[in-house]
């Protein structure tokens, strides 16, 4: 980098920073001396690594990250420095991983994991941060594999498995 971020903050404006290169690796926005606004980084490759949305000192709104190969990594929601809200998560092949929930920092809602084929893995909801509510596994060609119940957290009734085909296991 040119510059260095222990020169700290600025009053006002617009912070950019760059690989020897003479590429940009950071652009941080100030208000107050605060982060505010929207802030970027590069690799060194050109390729954006993320983008945040900042308010007051406060990661604020969407957050969103890519690999170096240009996928789209994640995507993730703040209120007032806390992750709040949906989740995103994908493969650096670009097919989506996961959606899970958050509250206040802690999953809490519905959470969703896929195969690579695009299918259902895993369904379970949160509350609170602990398991709540059915769970349930899917195999890649989309038949059921388990359902679980829970509640605060830990197995609360029967469990169930198929075989890949479909007929009831146990």
């Known amino acids: 980098m040119k510059e260095p971020l222990s020169d700290g903050p600025i009053k006002e404006g617009l912070r950019t920073l760059l690989w020897d290169t003479g590429k940009k690796k950071l652009e941080l926005s100030y208000k107050n001396y605060k982060l505010d606004g929207i ?69 809490h809602g519905l959470s969703t994991a896929y195969h690579k084929n695009g299918q259902k893995e895993c369904e379970n909801t949160f509350k609170n941060g602990k398991e709540d509510g059915l769970l349930t596994y899917w195999y890649k060609n989309g038949q059921k594999q388990f359902e679980q119940n829970f509640k605060d957290g830990k197995g609360n009734g029967l469990f169930t498995a198929w075989y890949k085909k479909g007929q009831k296991d146990f």
Not at 87 to 107: A, C, M, P, Q, W
């Open 39 to 107: 802030c970027k980084s590069w690799y060194e490759n050109g390729q954006k690594e993320s983008e945040l949305n900042w308010s007051g000192g406060k990661q604020n709104g969407l957050e969103t990250r890519w690999f170096d190969n240009g996928q789209k990594k994640f995507e993730r929601n703040f209120k007032d420095g806390e992750e709040n809200g949906l989740r995103t998560v994908y493969h650096e092949d670009g097919y989506k991983l996961s959606e899970e929930n958050f509250k206040n920092e802690i999953k």
